[in-house]
């Protein structure tokens, strides 16, 4: 697959800081930008940053100085989700895109951004934006498309950078501690290499096995999980790496994040492959938001729009009909629905997608 090296990358600098620059400029190359950066907010403030040296001075700004106080971009957001990348021009009302932010990059010749916001579980938001130059005009769709196909890897990676708030992971024992979560990293055999107390929370979910193995006891679920493991070393194409575990016995539901340890992230682990946590999902009686199911289980946009239609309640050919496409097209994006969520009926998915974390209420704009 022509990205391996750069998904690679991603992977790495989930753990790696200093690798978001280079990883910003590849992905700015890709998307014919002339550069980006990641930005990490707690509720609407910006906290950390990590950019490419043109856009730096911005995102430095956007961070650490006023422009957190007078945005209204990310209540946009809260007010109005997105799914993927989409460009700021199309996305955003002009008397919200015209912050001070677009300013600076417009005085220095910057114009159109393509960005995405991904919420994390925890509540934080990870935002990705990329800045082209006002003479080669907007991102073209193909630029956005071939984003949109990193997505899913940008959300898994960014929901271990939350954990660690953009530093360096120092050492495997402390990462894992750090992280908040039950986590345990493995070799490419499913051996444990090395895990943290919190996993002994889940230890009726997550059993040892032989020569140091783990097991979800469930076994349609487990089945995704030894098979993620096994084609682990392989390619990223295809590989369920975000898994469902269903409720049961009164026992939330959780989802098991399985990370590829490449570059120096591995090192980092010394010589684990793969990094696993676990995620409690908390059961609501409201729809989650749908950019929530694109970071949790890899959803495309049009797979999270159908799921949010039948989480609403609604029959698959009227959800079909609320998605704007054919009956036909709905049954194969719901096959690779429940592919990826590790669900195998309607009811499930339904029941797993309620599971799922709202976004908290926002006060209005």
């Given at each position: 697959?022509?990205?391996?090296?750069?998904?690679?990358?991603?992977?790495?600098?989930a753990?790696?800081?200093?690798?978001w620059?280079?990883?910003?400029?590849?992905?700015s190359?890709?998307?014919?930008?002339a550069?980006?950066?990641?930005?990490?907010?707690?509720?609407?403030k910006?906290?950390?940053?990590r950019?490419?040296?043109?856009?730096?001075?911005?995102?430095?700004?956007?961070c650490h100085?006023?422009?957190?106080?007078?945005?209204?971009?990310i209540?946009?957001?809260?007010?109005?989700?997105?799914?993927?990348f989409?460009?700021a021009?199309?996305?955003?009302?002009?008397?919200?895109?015209?912050?001070?932010?677009?300013?600076?990059?417009?005085?220095?010749?910057?114009?159109?951004?393509?960005?995405t916001?991904?919420?994390?579980?925890?509540?934080?938001?990870?935002?990705?934006?990329?800045?082209?130059?006002?003479r080669?005009?907007?991102h073209e769709?193909?630029?956005?498309?071939?984003?949109?196909?990193?997505?899913?890897?940008?959300?898994r990676?960014?929901?271990?950078?939350?954990?660690?708030?953009?530093?360096?992971?120092?050492a495997?024992?402390?990462?894992?501690?750090?992280?908040?979560?039950?986590?345990?990293?493995?070799?490419?055999?499913?051996?444990?290499?090395?895990?943290?107390?919190?996993?002994?929370?889940?230890?009726?979910?997550?059993?040892?096995?032989?020569?140091g193995?783990?097991?979800?006891?469930?076994?349609?679920?487990?089945?995704?999980?030894?098979?993620?493991?096994?084609?682990?070393?392989g390619?990223?194409?295809?590989?369920?790496?975000?898994?469902?575990?269903?409720?049961?016995?009164?026992?939330?539901?959780?989802?098991?994040?399985?990370?590829?340890?490449?570059?120096?992230a591995?090192?980092?682990?010394?010589?684990?492959?793969?990094?696993?946590?676990?995620?409690?999902?908390?059961?609501?009686?409201?729809?989650?938001?749908?950019?929530?199911?694109?970071?949790?289980?890899?959803?495309?946009?049009?797979?999270?729009?159908?799921a949010?239609a039948?989480?609403?309640?609604r029959?698959?050919?009227?959800?079909?009909?609320?998605?704007?496409?054919?009956?036909?097209?709905?049954?194969?994006?719901?096959?690779?629905?429940?592919?990826?969520?590790?669900?195998?009926?309607q009811?499930?998915?339904?029941?797993?997608?309620?599971?799922?974390?709202?976004?908290?209420?926002?006060?209005p704009?």
């Open positions: 697959m022509m990205h391996d090296r750069l998904i690679d990358r991603i992977y790495e600098a753990f790696n800081p200093e690798q620059t280079p990883v910003l400029e590849e992905l190359v890709l998307s014919g930008s550069g980006g950066e990641i930005l990490l907010f707690d509720d609407v910006a906290v950390n940053f950019a490419t040296q043109i856009t730096h001075d911005v995102a430095a700004f956007v100085g006023g422009w957190r106080k007078t945005s209204r971009r209540q946009h957001f809260h007010a109005q989700p997105c799914s993927g989409v460009t021009n199309e996305y955003f009302p002009d008397d919200v895109r015209i912050d001070e932010g677009y300013q600076m990059f417009r005085a220095m010749g910057l114009d159109s951004q393509a960005g916001i991904i919420p994390m579980p925890g509540g934080e938001l990870v935002v990705f934006a990329f800045e082209r130059w006002h080669l005009g907007l769709p193909e630029a956005i498309a071939q984003l949109n196909l990193l997505h899913p890897h940008l959300a990676a960014s929901f271990i950078a939350t954990r660690l708030g953009l530093e360096h992971a120092q495997a024992v402390a990462t894992l501690a750090s992280l908040g979560l039950p986590a345990a990293v493995l070799s490419y055999s499913g051996k444990v290499r090395a895990a943290n107390a919190l996993l002994d929370t889940v230890a009726d979910r997550l059993i040892p096995t032989a020569y193995g783990l097991a979800v006891n469930h076994a349609a679920t487990n089945a995704l999980f030894q098979d993620a493991i096994a084609q682990a070393r390619t990223h194409d295809g590989i369920v790496r975000s898994i469902a575990v269903p409720a049961q016995n009164e026992e939330r539901p959780l989802i098991l994040h399985l990370l590829p340890l490449r570059r120096s591995h090192d980092i682990f010394a010589g684990a492959d793969i990094l696993l946590s676990a995620t409690s999902v908390h059961a609501s009686t409201f729809v989650p938001a749908p950019q929530i199911l694109m970071g949790l289980f890899d959803l495309t946009p049009a797979e999270v729009k159908l949010a039948l989480a609403e309640g029959s698959l050919r009227d959800a079909a009909a609320a998605s704007g496409i054919q009956f036909s097209t709905a049954r194969s994006y719901l096959e690779r629905i429940f592919r990826k969520t590790g669900t195998k009926q009811s499930q998915l339904v029941a797993l997608l309620k599971g799922a974390p709202p976004l908290p209420g926002r006060p704009l």
